[in-house]
């Protein structure tokens, strides 16, 4: 069992975004930005594009809700959406919020917040999210 597929069964603990019986959304705990979320897909896979066709539309469906939420709680440009999966063997999408292209790259330094403030930013995505329902 994946460390994603312990977060999502609330075996670990996360700052959920949101969730349906499919898919999982949670606050990445090395953010690039305030708001940086993964989404991932409750059946472990270990590459993205081994997820079937009709896997990988739901999912990004699912993605287009939450990054829509992210936007409502963290206005932004646009939301990034990345898929890179090399760090946890288990598919999933980055989403994180933009103010500029900058905000996507992956070699700079992660953020440091508090778990207050991680709790603050997922409550806020959350009911973005909920209200979109």
């Known amino acids: 069992m994946t460390i994603f597929s312990k977060i999502a069964a609330g075996e670990i603990p996360s700052y ?14 090395n953010p690039l930005a305030q708001g940086h979320t993964l989404v991932i897909p409750r059946r472990e896979e270990d590459y993205f594009f081994d997820l079937s066709d009709d896997e990988i539309g739901r999912m990004m469906v699912f993605a287009k809700r939450v990054a829509t939420a992210i936007k409502e709680a963290f206005p932004c440009k646009k939301v990034a959406v990345v898929v890179l999966g090399l760090e946890v063997n288990h598919a999933h999408i980055h989403l994180i919020p933009l103010q500029s292209e900058a905000d996507a790259d992956f070699r700079k330094p992660k953020l440091q917040l508090s778990a207050e403030v991680m709790q603050e930013t997922s409550d806020r995505i959350l009911a973005a999210y909920n209200a979109t329902l």
């Open 16 to 29: 959920k975004c949101a969730e349906n019986e499919e898919f999982y959304a949670f606050l990445d705990i």
